[in-house]
């Protein structure tokens, strides 16, 4: 019976092991990383992405917006990226200033966006990362965020986690395409403000537990 009770808690901590992995992204080392085409890209700890302004060993780089590939060759803000993308200061007085920033949290092993860090307004949740399909936004990924206002979620896109959208008291509209199959539940709990903007009725039945008013859900066809 001892044995019998042995085997029963280790079961039930491989189990708890495992749904610890699957809930939170896998950490790996911050690297540069390129794409087929030949352009770079930094990735963080988590396996997303910096856009803006960022300092590795350094020097200054630029990120450009969505995919947060690596400008070159380039004056940005007054400051000349050179060919390897790279700008050195001078002085202090010549540092570039970081005004906006943004990092996934992606699982690729799940293809999973677990989290949403950040301070734009506007944000657009990619179905493919450099190669990567992406096919769930995980639950909890935005909830409290105060900044994002608008989010656009692209078609290629299938799962949508419990409370993903939740307690964004800023947020007003979101876009979700056809290509979702599931949205869980309380996707936009305490998230007054928001319209959700879909492309047909099967996805705004979709939304029916996903706390948010009948007439707050647009369907644009």
């Known amino acids: 019976m001892r044995k019998l009770k042995s085997l029963k808690l280790i079961a039930g901590s491989l189990v708890l092991i495992s749904s610890i992995f699957i809930l939170n992204p896998t950490k790996a080392s911050a690297e540069w990383k390129q794409t087929s ?12 992405w910096y856009i803006d302004w960022e300092k590795i060993d350094g020097k200054y780089y630029y990120f450009y917006g969505e995919n947060g590939l690596m400008a070159r060759d380039t004056t940005i803000d007054g400051f000349y990226l050179d ?3 790279a700008y050195i200061p001078n002085d202090s007085n010549s540092i570039p200033k970081r005004s906006k920033w943004t990092v996934f949290g992606i699982d690729f092993a799940i293809d999973t ?7 734009l307004e506007e944000v657009i949740i990619p179905s493919e990362v450099h190669g990567n399909q992406i096919v769930r936004i995980g639950s909890n990924a935005f909830n409290g965020n105060i900044n994002v206002k608008k989010i656009i979620v692209t078609n290629g896109i299938s799962e ?7 307690n964004c008291p800023n947020l007003e509209d979101v876009y979700i395409p056809d290509s979702v199959q599931v949205v869980g539940k309380d996707t936009f709990k305490l ?9 047909s009725d099967r996805v705004k039945e979709l939304l029916r537990n996903a706390d948010i008013k009948d007439e707050n859900i647009i369907v644009e066809k």
């Not at 966006?113 to 301070?119: D, E, I």
């Not at 949508?160 to 939740?166: L, P, S, V």
């Open 160 to 166: 949508i986690g419990d409370q993903t959208f939740a």
């Open 37 to 48: 085409s030949g352009e770079w890209w930094y990735s963080d700890n988590y396996g997303g």
């Open 113 to 119: 966006v677990c989290k949403y860090l950040g301070n």
């Open 83 to 85: 060919s390897s993308g």
């Open 191 to 199: 998230s007054t403000k928001v319209k959700a903007h879909v492309k």
